[in-house]
């Protein structure tokens, strides 16, 4: 398929708490009635059915990278469920199941668990914020004191943090820039997929509609805000990560909205040291550059 990274994600409970932690893939699917694709695991993946679901993550982040690819560490959602809706308990610091200090707990027991793994080249600390109790206050108190302990437990990743209003807002970092203790590291990531703005995505022009949404109040450029928004490869080293603004390239008939949410681009700058990130695999194709 030629991508060279996943966005692999994972709940919090699933290292705080041993309700979760506990159980087998077998348990697990089990409890959720899916008989269907336990059987289909047992068919392809057997050796993964009796592990405890811990460890069947941790076989998955091995295998991508006996495969060359590398993995950025998602928090998805606390309690494992589907994703996402304003009252899922999910959504903002201090919902049902969004307590600060078990999910800090949660960022820095996974950030160790894979210190040591090359190919693990960055955590994601929230996808997409959202619902009734959201505002910049808290995150900015929340997402640096996350984006601090994962720093402090593992100092190579990547850190990725995510902005309000399911993602499709940074427009706060305009006025009030991250304040962290570590610097060339930290990125941004949004969400803006094709029903984010209706239907404007699938009936209109995307190189167009780019314009229009980068120049909007909800958005915000990287330069603005300390870092980023973020492209991987692998440099020619074998040892850094090269990073490029994403866009849909003018005159480009290939960016489909309806089915990606990543654009090829030419890679301009290499922002990520030695000292940064663990070496990575030589063998990782240099050529391909994803966004998140």
């Given at each position: 398929?030629?991508?060279?990274?996943?966005?692999?994600?994972?709940?919090?409970?699933?290292?705080?708490?041993?309700?979760y932690?506990?159980l087998?893939?077998?348990?697990?699917?089990?409890?959720?009635n899916?008989?269907?694709?336990?059987?289909?695991?047992?068919?392809?993946?057997?050796?993964v059915?009796?592990l405890?679901?811990?460890?069947?993550?941790?076989?998955?982040?091995?295998?991508?990278?006996?495969?060359?690819?590398?993995?950025?560490?998602?928090n998805?959602?606390?309690?494992?469920g589907?994703?996402?809706?304003?009252?899922?308990?999910?959504?903002?610091?201090?919902?049902?199941?969004?307590?600060?200090?078990?999910w800090v707990?949660?960022?820095?027991?996974?950030?160790?668990?894979?210190?040591?793994?090359?190919?693990?080249?960055?955590?994601s600390?929230?996808?997409?914020?959202?619902?009734?109790?959201?505002?910049?206050?808290?995150?900015?108190?929340?997402?640096?004191?996350?984006?601090?302990?994962?720093?402090?437990?593992?100092?190579?990743?990547l850190?990725?943090?995510?902005?309000?209003?399911?993602d499709?807002?940074?427009?706060?970092?305009?006025?009030?820039?991250?304040?962290?203790s570590?610097?060339?590291?930290?990125?941004?990531?949004?969400?803006?997929?094709?029903?984010?703005?209706?239907?404007?995505?699938?009936?209109?022009?995307?190189?167009?509609?780019?314009?229009?949404?980068?120049?909007s109040?909800?958005?915000s450029?990287?330069?603005?805000?300390?870092?980023?928004?973020?492209?991987?490869?692998?440099?020619?080293d074998?040892?850094?990560?090269?990073?490029?603004?994403?866009?849909?390239?003018?005159?480009?008939?290939?960016?489909?909205?309806?089915?990606?949410?990543?654009?090829?681009?030419?890679s301009?700058?290499?922002?990520?040291?030695?000292?940064?990130?663990?070496?990575?695999?030589?063998?990782?194709?240099?050529?391909?550059?994803?966004?998140?």
């Amino acid at each position: 398929m030629g991508f060279n990274c996943v966005r692999l994600t994972w709940p919090t409970f699933l290292v705080t708490n041993a309700s979760y932690s506990s159980l087998t893939v077998e348990q697990s699917f089990q409890r959720l009635n899916l008989t269907e694709s336990l059987a289909g695991i047992r068919a392809n993946n057997p050796a993964v059915v009796d592990l405890k679901l811990i460890d069947a993550f941790k076989a998955v982040v091995s295998s991508l990278g006996e495969n060359n690819v590398m993995v950025i560490l998602d928090n998805h959602v606390s309690k494992p469920g589907w994703c996402c809706d304003n009252s899922d308990g999910n959504g903002f610091f201090g919902d049902g199941y969004f307590e600060p200090d078990v999910w800090v707990d949660g960022l820095t027991k996974m950030a160790t668990m894979f210190a040591g793994v090359p190919h693990v080249v960055g955590m994601s600390l929230r996808n997409e914020l959202r619902g009734p109790r959201q505002n910049s206050n808290d995150w900015y108190k929340y997402m640096q004191r996350g984006a601090e302990a994962v720093h402090a437990a593992n100092p190579r990743v990547l850190v990725i943090l995510s902005g309000l209003s399911f993602d499709n807002d940074l427009a706060f970092l305009n006025s009030r820039q991250v304040s962290l203790s570590f610097a060339r590291k930290a990125a941004f990531e949004v969400h803006w997929y094709s029903f984010s703005n209706g239907q404007e995505w699938a009936a209109g022009n995307p190189n167009e509609l780019h314009v229009a949404v980068n120049a909007s109040s909800s958005s915000s450029s990287g330069s603005g805000s300390g870092g980023g928004m973020l492209c991987l490869d692998v440099g020619a080293d074998g040892q850094s990560v090269v990073t490029s603004p994403c866009r849909c390239l003018s005159a480009d008939n290939s960016c489909d909205p309806e089915s990606q949410w990543f654009k090829l681009v030419s890679s301009t700058r290499s922002v990520a040291a030695n000292s940064m990130l663990a070496e990575l695999p030589v063998k990782l194709v240099s050529s391909k550059i994803r966004s998140l």
